[in-house]
């Protein structure tokens, strides 16, 4: 049976909504305190970087929004090169200012260790922490394979949060390197094979407890 997604996918109209969502789930990190000290200044420049970032994946990616606006997720189509947002260079110093060197030594360390491979990257999951956020996360993260499976390639993700760490296994996701931060905060780099990969291996060794889907997620149609 086909199931509807849990997701939609982003139009240009929802770009406010997930720089928000954005904003509030990575402000409260020691991520976002590190890119930005001043906790005054830090919601709004962390905002105008992810604009930048929210706007190019819908040029070269895609992102989804659980249908209630709760919750999203933001990639990459990496099955061949994509060049820097335009005008990168100029949109950070604006957006930044004077942090505008930590979060180009972000780019440049997370780009360093990106797989070569094709491959569709999950740049951002977006669940700001409130009391629904495990499931929130769950679902638009479910959802959103649903609609990126149909591609057939593997995916690639960072894992920031250790809180999500069961999330993502259970989802499929193994680790592939792990790698420190520039704020020295360690950051496990993960892979999720393409579904013909998971079938076969289902096939031929049995699904692992780990692998299977949470009970509201969709199955791939």
Request: hydrophobic residues 45%; positive net charge; proline residues 9%.
């Amino acid at each position: 049976m086909h199931l509807a997604p849990l997701v939609k996918r982003a139009r240009w109209c929802d770009i406010d909504w997930i720089v928000d969502l954005v904003t509030a789930t990575v402000t409260p990190t020691t991520l976002g305190a590190w890119l930005v000290p001043d906790e005054r200044r830090r919601p709004a420049v962390l905002a105008a970087a992810a604009r930048i970032w929210v706007e190019h994946a819908l040029l070269f990616g895609d992102a989804f929004l659980l249908k209630d606006g709760a919750a999203a997720t933001v990639w990459f189509h990496r099955y061949r090169p994509i060049p820097s947002p335009s005008r990168y260079a100029e949109r950070i110093e604006d957006a930044c200012g004077e942090r505008a060197a930590h979060f180009r030594r972000l780019d440049q360390v997370l780009a360093a260790r990106r797989p070569q491979e094709p491959h569709n990257h999950l740049a951002i999951l977006a669940a700001p922490p409130d009391a629904d956020r495990a499931g929130q996360a769950a679902a638009v993260l479910a959802g959103s394979h649903q609609l990126m499976d149909t591609l057939g390639l593997p995916i690639y993700a960072d894992l920031y949060h250790n809180v999500d760490r069961r999330l993502y296994q259970r989802l499929g996701y193994r680790e592939r390197h792990q790698m420190a931060r520039p704020d020295g905060a360690l950051v496990d780099l993960l892979w999720r094979p393409a579904p013909a990969m998971r079938v076969r291996a289902t096939t031929h060794a049995g699904p692992r407890r780990d692998q299977q889907l949470p009970e509201h997620a969709a199955t791939p149609p």
